[in-house]
């Protein structure tokens, strides 16, 4: 699995800060305004989960998943024609077709220099193109033996999509019971 080591810190930081500002509305002003307030942090935290946390890139012998906020594709080897790196990680199919992974390997500026002229290169690599080489070698090594009428399969990520339906019902009836909307 390919995810930004920083998405896992900042789910971290979000629930703890969530937990921290939801207790304290609970502690100060009781737990009906802390319900009232609670949508709105949750909201929050959900956007931290489905922009930062939630899109990673899934390699396996059968295929590559993708999967963005709200969507997930699943492209069989079979049907890659190409996997490139742009500013994210491309992978296009047979259809023809271009799918963008907005978690995983992301091309970040070139890496400086060497200070000195001996400097070693290989290690300067950013960690972008090695997760690159990997799962193209997953590609090239699985891509003999795969079978040609593989799927692509697209689709919602649904728990994310009920939650987040679930919290905007939630602000709603907030903002209805506090007077928000009258």
Same mark, same amino acid.
């Given at each position: 699995?390919?995810?930004?080591?920083?998405?896992?810190?900042?789910?971290?930081?979000?629930?703890?800060?969530?937990?921290?500002?939801?207790?304290?509305?609970?502690? !100060?002003?009781?737990?009906?305004?802390? /319900? /009232?307030?609670?949508?709105?942090? /949750?909201?929050? /935290?959900?956007?931290?989960?489905? &922009?930062?946390?939630?899109?990673?890139?899934?390699?396996?012998?059968?295929?590559?998943?993708?999967?963005?906020?709200?969507?997930?594709?699943? =492209?069989? $080897?079979?049907?890659?024609?190409? =996997?490139?790196?742009? $500013? %994210?990680?491309?992978?296009?199919?047979?259809?023809?077709?271009?799918?963008?992974?907005?978690? *995983?390997?992301?091309? *970040?500026?070139?890496? !400086?220099?060497?200070?000195?002229?001996?400097?070693?290169?290989?290690?300067?690599?950013?960690?972008? =193109?090695?997760?690159?080489?990997?799962? %193209?070698?997953? $590609?090239?090594?699985?891509?003999?033996?795969?079978?040609?009428?593989?799927?692509? !399969? !697209?689709?919602?990520?649904?728990?994310?999509?009920?939650?987040?339906?679930? &919290?905007?019902?939630?602000?709603?009836?907030?903002?209805?019971?506090?007077?928000?909307?009258?």
């Amino acid at each position: 699995m390919f995810r930004a080591p920083s998405s896992i810190i900042g789910l971290i930081v979000g629930a703890l800060l969530a937990v921290v500002l939801l207790g304290d509305a609970a502690l !100060r002003a009781g737990v009906a305004e802390m /319900l /009232l307030l609670a949508p709105w942090i /949750l909201l929050a /935290l959900w956007a931290v989960y489905a &922009l930062l946390f939630a899109p990673h890139v899934r390699i396996d012998a059968d295929g590559i998943r993708i999967h963005n906020p709200l969507r997930v594709v699943e =492209i069989a $080897w079979g049907r890659v024609t190409d =996997i490139d790196m742009r $500013w %994210q990680l491309e992978v296009r199919t047979d259809e023809p077709r271009t799918y963008k992974a907005f978690g *995983g390997p992301v091309a *970040g500026r070139p890496g !400086r220099p060497p200070l000195r002229s001996g400097g070693d290169r290989a290690r300067r690599e950013p960690p972008a =193109i090695r997760d690159l080489t990997v799962i %193209q070698d997953a $590609w090239e090594s699985a891509r003999a033996t795969a079978p040609t009428d593989g799927a692509v !399969r !697209r689709f919602w990520d649904i728990p994310s999509a009920i939650s987040l339906l679930v &919290l905007v019902v939630w602000v709603i009836i907030a903002l209805f019971i506090s007077g928000g909307v009258r």
